[in-house]
């Protein structure tokens, strides 16, 4: 992260006068005063605990300053602000202008992970890529991702997860991606949504902070039509629309289909139809960041999902199942 304590400081319009501290480089920011290392920031942030209480912490094991809601001792190098967690926000967006990195962001019910996995292993080939870690996919594990990325960056590919309405929109704004997908509109948290149309407008708030012009994939599923953008292009996938997925053969390990736009056999090391879909799409992006249909292939033929998606687990007494994530068994 190549950012100074006093452009931190004024990128989140501190109230403290910073000027009286040395303009340090700040090595990382960090919100688990246990993984500060010398030169870091702290972000205290209030959950089961409130961070504040580990500043000291913080400071013990080498962090140069840290952000805080509370007034601090002088010689306590701090940025003083009103919300940590909106600072932090403040401080990604930022740092994404900033950096120039080209945005792909990914949201869904279902399929989210595996097609950022997808999209990040098919840039990786042609761009420095960089990808959201585990689950770091809502309002504080976005913003870390955004600045964690590595200082050569040239495209970050964003998994958005939504548990509220406005999430997916907090997310967008913050992020400003240039291309986009919807996976899937689907079920989960339907009980905070009410019905699988909040679902679906939730999700299509992915466009609201997307430049006038850019790239937004969607499901052919009626349900979105009425979230449909007119300000960018919109392309659409599945059965009968714009992008489709042919002559599809599943084996027990793996999986080959044809799309539309590639011109060629896909061959996936994972099974379901859904993957091809999700490749499919991945496959997409990809070409419309300018990567070749070779290497398009060659990634998705070597592709190295996250753990616990979609993988054969072998038991005592040879018995085999097959695993498919958390969603739902009607959905799979």
């Known amino acids: ?69 509370k007034d601090l001792p002088s010689d306590q190098a701090h940025i003083l602000v009103d919300d940590a967690l909106e600072a932090f926000q403040a401080l990604a967006a930022y740092y994404l202008e900033k950096t120039g990195v080209d945005v792909i962001a990914v949201t869904g019910s279902n399929g989210k992970t595996t097609t950022k996995d997808m999209i990040h292993d098919i840039l990786a080939t042609t761009y420095r890529t960089y990808k959201t870690q585990g689950n770091y996919n809502n309002e504080i594990g976005l913003p870390y991702t955004a600045l964690h990325m590595p200082d050569d960056t040239e495209k970050i590919v964003l998994e958005m997860g939504q548990d509220h309405m406005g999430d997916i929109h907090l997310l967008s704004t913050l992020a400003k991606p240039k291309t986009a997908v919807v996976t899937l509109i689907g ?31 969607v499901p052919s599923d009626p349900i979105v039509d009425p979230f449909l953008p007119s300000n ?34 896909v061959t996936l090391p994972v099974t379901g139809k859904y993957n091809a879909t999700n490749a499919m799409v991945a496959a997409y992006v990809a070409k419309h960041w300018g990567v070749t249909e070779e290497n398009i292939f060659s990634a998705l033929a070597n592709l190295q999902l996250t753990k616990n998606r979609t993988e054969w687990k072998k038991q005592p007494m040879a018995q085999i199942f097959f695993q498919t994530s958390t969603m739902p068994i009607r959905q799979q």
């Open 187 to 217: 079920e989960a948290h339907l009980e905070f949504f009410g019905s699988r149309d909040k679902i679906a407008q939730g999700k299509m708030q992915m466009q609201d902070g997307m430049p006038d012009g850019s790239l937004l994939l």
């Open 1 to 69: 992260m190549k950012l100074t304590l006093h452009e931190i400081a004024k990128a989140v319009g501190a109230k403290n006068d910073v000027t009286a501290y040395e303009d340090v480089a700040i090595n990382q920011i960090e919100f688990d005063s246990r993984k500060i290392t010398a030169g870091d920031l702290f972000l205290p942030l209030k959950g089961v605990r409130d961070g504040h209480e580990f500043i000291q912490t913080a400071f013990e094991n080498g962090a140069l300053a840290t952000f805080t809601e």
């Open 232 to 265: 960018l292009e919109v392309v659409r996938f599945g059965e009968g629309s714009d992008l489709t997925v042919s002559d599809l053969t599943e084996y027990k390990d793996h999986l080959t289909f044809s799309t539309n736009f590639l011109d060629g056999q």
